[in-house]
T-cell receptor, first 110, second 113 residues
Framework: DAKTTQPTSMDCAEGRAANLPCNHS???????VYWYRQIHSQGPQYIIH???NNETNEMASLIITEDRKSSTLILPHATLRDTAVYYC???????????FGQGTRLTINP | GAGVSQTPSNKVTEKGKYVELRCDPI?????LYWYRQSLGQGPEFLIY????????DSGLPNDRFFAVRPEGSVSTLKIQRTERGDSAVYLC???????????FGQGTRLTVV
């Protein structure tokens, strides 16, 4: 699986959009970009995934660049409950496991 | 419940003892995963089951670790001769199949003293 690079930590004000970047410059054509988050003392929670088109669901939006070498997870109106570690993962279709990196620790400030 | 259930939530054991950690996946999910997470690190893959069989056990650190899923539902992670370095949160996840997103349990915090 391709490796991802994320900032170690980020801060965002409550009510603002949180934009979390991820670099995956060695991504292959059959690899999807997945985002999970982990709130303190809980298991990871699936957020969203995509291949090459932008995706949106009730939790977030995923913007993937045209060359697919980077992506951004957008939480449109961040709340205090969005404080968590966010993991960007690249995974081939049908791959048997998720490979987690260190993630980005996002802190939402009041 | 609708989610992945792991028991116990906390386990303290003495060095050298044997422990079993249980995972109840979401009903109907054929894929099941075990991960281990040390403090400040991302989850580390241990083993993956498709149905009853271990399709990928490449993450098990050594032969003291073993996992089973005899009926394709509940899984047990077994650790023999526990060491202090085994202390971590052990996470279980399940998915409908290997193409679907995985849902994680709350984890079992294992402390070896």
């Amino acid at each position: 699986d391709a490796k991802t690079t994320q900032p170690t930590s980020m801060d965002c004000a409550e009510g603002r959009a949180a934009n979390l970047p991820c670099n995956h410059s060695t991504i292959s054509g059959n690899e999807y970009v997945y985002w999970y988050r982990q709130i303190h003392s809980q298991g990871p929670q699936y957020i969203i995934h995509g291949l090459k088109n932008n995706e949106t669901n009730e939790m977030a939006s995923l913007i993937i660049t045209e060359d697919r070498k980077s992506s951004t997870l957008i939480l449109p109106h961040a709340t205090l409950r969005d404080t968590a570690v966010y993991y960007c993962i690249v995974r081939a279709q049908g791959a048997q496991k998720l490979v987690f990196g260190q993630g980005t620790r996002l802190t939402i400030n009041p | 419940g609708a989610g992945v259930s792991q028991t116990p939530s906390n386990k303290v054991t003495e060095k050298g003892k044997y422990v079993e950690l249980r995972c109840d996946p979401i009903s109907g999910h054929t894929a099941l995963y075990w991960y281990r997470q040390s403090l400040g690190q991302g989850p580390e893959f241990l083993i993956y089951f498709q149905g009853t069989g271990a399709a990928d056990d490449s993450g098990l650190p050594n032969d003291r670790f073993f996992a089973v899923r005899p009926e394709g539902s509940v899984s047990t992670l077994k650790i023999q001769r526990t060491e202090r370095g085994d202390s971590a949160v052990y996470l279980c996840a399940s998915s409908l199949n290997r193409y679907s997103e995985a849902f994680f349990g709350q984890g079992t915090r294992l402390t070896v003293v």
